[in-house]
């Protein structure tokens, strides 16, 4: 069995955009400081770093003219406030009212997406680092002068990296996004074990989904909004959209593999075969682990000749099998299954051949385009101040969040000023990256702070205390801040564990380090902890089953096309194979978005926890209901031959489509009732089939029974 070396482990994250963005960040945060230093002028090298550390905040991955705009607009806000907080903070009346409005303005940035969030979170950083930095009002405008050159200096650095190699972090991204497709799979491949959990195992699955449509939604962005690759002018860029394209489908046809995993185990067990089946899997799952290692060192990985046998094992067994059960001690629809199941790994395995195809290609002018409508996969965000007036209301949770965050941060400056500790600020700025718009990801947050911040600071006390040498303690600060922001997006407690030494290590060199300084940390980490997370549960709380209504009927409709354009693979003779990936596309993130918000409930209080069960089966049976559709359209290219026409399944077609209209009015009115909807089965559709044809037909008849079982579920749930 394969096991990654942990070798590959480091190799993958130190090429990884973790790890580049820490690079940059602490370059750019760090060199101003260090080269003012040497001419004795560090107190300027530090504001410049304070500048570039703001912008850096707005730096996150995505589309070249979204990130080079937000920092250029971070920019001249920082400028700004800068200046309005140093010439208001001699007076704690006008401080007070500039950082309320400032926290509820920027906090309903929210509606603007994450990125336009991080904005307002950057403005909020200088705001609160400003506060009790009092000085006359020439200073206050040299210091702002020096934070916008810092900015400048970072928004620079970023776009120079950047145009250095554009295809970069493409390239990482769609590792990633790879690297979340093996992994789902080999999470998959655990319901071929002996005696496996099913319902840990699917429980597991959930988070994976979540992340493969999170990581694919990226490079979606990253692709598309990129010009370089969308105007097809570099063999690079075709084939990086070759890959993505063939990966997304390759997903879906994992997707498809569902079956009753229970019923197999109990008639194969004792053959033995299933195991084949789990290792030929993760055979599979290893060798995209390779494409996405070589696509991030730009390499060529080479398809295992392990993975060809297994394959051919598998199918070798299979064949034996079948021809072994003379006495049929085996189910014909088992073995059925277990040679639907092999096809589909072969499938999979084709597309994994492709894609390794492209990689002997990657450098030549002849390569071919991706035949992708990117204009109509790409979502835009308005930027209009309706939007902002729109929201304006209590049903809103921006708004609510962005009160809940006046309030607190308000509070925060009282009980900061009240204490008098010498870096008060830090209790600010605990709220302002613990406090988020719901109640699961505070608290979750809140944790990793804690537990973060206590860990670091006993390890910053330690490294103190018994470090002097200055050029060993600069090489552990230097350490501490790549790590601190390789982790940030990565694993906020690492990337808290080392920002605190990092800090009191810092601290130490400008003359102010002690023991007493990381006391002091942790008592501001724990008072700003306890003040947001409190707020989040009784100051105009959000919780999550506020939101479900609308995910489950997202999920509903999104199932819904999706089946509408796989039978029209069957029944229509004009076929848009956009609108069908669309509609694919759809399903994912409207499962995806379920899933997320079922998982963040369980961090909820119990009270609050509503329909957790029927949740649960809502969501199973739609992953279920999406793999069923996933296979029935593989099914079209497999059997679209074998029947002269599919029309007899039209009627059980449009009673699928009737029970999801029922569902959803069910969801949309909170009916109670279920009316007596007829199932129409195989064998009363007139379709005339033999024993090794009945898999389209079947598939039909699966899809209709899960909509029914969701459709009964939804007269259980009450809004």
């Not at 309903?108 to 990125?115: D, V, W």
């Not at 009627?651 to 007596?676: Q, R, W």
Request: charge should be positive.
């Amino acid at each position: 069995m394969q096991i990654r070396r942990p070798i590959r482990n480091i190799q993958d994250f130190l090429l990884s955009t973790y790890f580049a963005d820490g690079l940059r960040i602490t370059i750019g945060v760090l060199l101003p400081s260090l080269i003012f230093a040497q001419f004795g002028l560090l107190k300027y090298g530090m504001t410049l770093s304070l500048g570039a550390l703001c912008v850096s905040v707005v730096d996150s991955p995505g589309p070249m003219v979204h990130r080079r705009n937000a920092m250029l607009v971070t920019t001249a806000l920082i400028f700004i406030f800068s200046i309005l907080t140093g010439l208001t903070n001699k007076n704690h009346y006008f401080i007070g009212f500039l950082l309320a409005v400032s926290s509820f303005v920027f906090s309903m940035f929210y509606i603007y997406g994450i990125r336009a969030a991080s904005v307002g979170t950057a403005v909020l950083l200088i705001i609160v680092l400003s506060i009790d930095d009092i000085r006359p009002w020439q200073d206050v405008m040299m210091h702002a002068l020096l934070v916008l050159a810092g900015s400048v200096w970072y928004t620079g650095l970023s776009y120079f990296v950047y145009r250095l190699r554009p295809f970069r972090l493409v390239q990482q991204s769609l590792s990633d996004s790879i690297l979340e497709v093996a992994s789902f799979l080999r999470e998959k491949a655990k319901f071929y074990h002996e005696n496996t959990d099913y319902e840990k195992t699917f429980a597991d699955l959930l988070p994976l989904q979540v992340s493969v449509h999170e990581k694919q939604d990226a490079v979606r962005e990253l692709l598309f909004r990129t010009r370089e690759i969308v105007r097809d002018s570099s063999p690079e860029g075709r084939f990086l959209m070759l890959v993505f394209v063939d990966m997304v489908d390759l997903f879906e046809q994992v997707m498809s593999t569902y079956y009753n995993y229970q019923q197999l185990h109990e008639q194969f067990d004792k053959a033995g075969i299933l195991k084949d089946y789990e290792m030929a899997i993760k055979r599979i799952s290893y060798a995209l682990d390779d494409v996405a290692f070589a696509l991030k060192s730009g390499g060529k990985p080479v398809l295992s000749k392990r993975l060809l046998i297994e394959i051919e094992r598998l199918k070798t067994k299979i064949n034996k099998l079948e021809s072994d059960n003379v006495n049929q001690q085996y189910s014909t629809i088992g073995i059925i299954a277990l040679k639907n199941i092999e096809v589909n790994i072969e499938n999979i395995l084709a597309r994994v051949k492709t894609i390794y195809s492209y990689f002997t290609i990657r450098s030549s002018k002849d390569i071919q385009s991706a035949d992708v409508d990117t204009e109509r996969f790409i979502n835009r965000q308005r930027l209009d101040i309706k939007l902002f007036t729109e929201n304006l209301t209590y049903s809103s949770s921006t708004f609510r969040h962005s009160l809940r965050v006046t309030v607190v941060m308000l509070l925060g400056y009282v009980v900061a000023e009240a204490l008098n500790f010498s870096h008060s600020y830090w209790i600010l700025l605990t709220i302002l990256v613990i406090s988020k718009p719901g109640f699961s990801l505070t608290k979750q947050r809140n944790y990793q702070r804690l537990i973060g911040t206590t860990v670091g600071a006993f390890v910053g006390m330690g490294v103190l205390t018994y470090i002097h040498d200055k050029n060993t303690l600069f090489a552990i600060l230097l350490l501490c801040m790549i790590g601190s922001y390789s982790f940030q997006r990565k694993n906020y407690v690492v990337s808290v564990l080392f920002m605190t030494p990092y800090i009191l290590i810092l601290f130490d060199f400008l003359g102010m380090g002690s023991i007493a300084l990381a006391r002091e940390r942790i008592y501001d980490t724990f008072i700003g902890s306890g003040i947001a997370l409190l707020a989040s549960y009784s100051l105009f709380p959000t919780w999550e089953y506020e939101k479900l209504k609308e995910a489950m009927l997202n999920v509903l409709s999104a199932n819904k096309a999706y089946y509408g354009q796989v039978v029209g693979l069957y029944f229509d003779k004009n076929y848009n194979r956009t609108e069908y990936k669309l509609a694919r596309k759809e399903v994912y993130v409207s499962t995806a978005n379920l899933a997320s918000l079922f998982q963040r409930m369980f961090s909820e209080p119990k009270s609050k926890q509503l329909f957790i069960k029927e949740v649960h089966q809502f969501t199973t049976l739609n992953h279920l209901l999406s793999s069923y559709i996933a296979t029935l359209s593989l099914y079209n290219k497999e059997h679209r031959f074998t029947f002269e026409s599919f029309d007899p399944l039209k009627p059980m077609s449009k009673n699928t489509n009737y029970l999801f209209d029922m569902a959803i009015e069910n969801l949309e009115k909170d009916k109670n009732a279920v009316d007596n909807v007829p199932l129409i089965r195989v064998a009363d559709t007139g379709f005339k089939i033999n024993k090794d044809q009945d898999l389209v037909p079947q598939q039909f008849d699966l899809i209709q029974k899960a909509a029914y079982d969701i459709y009964k579920l939804s007269a259980k749930i009450k809004f």
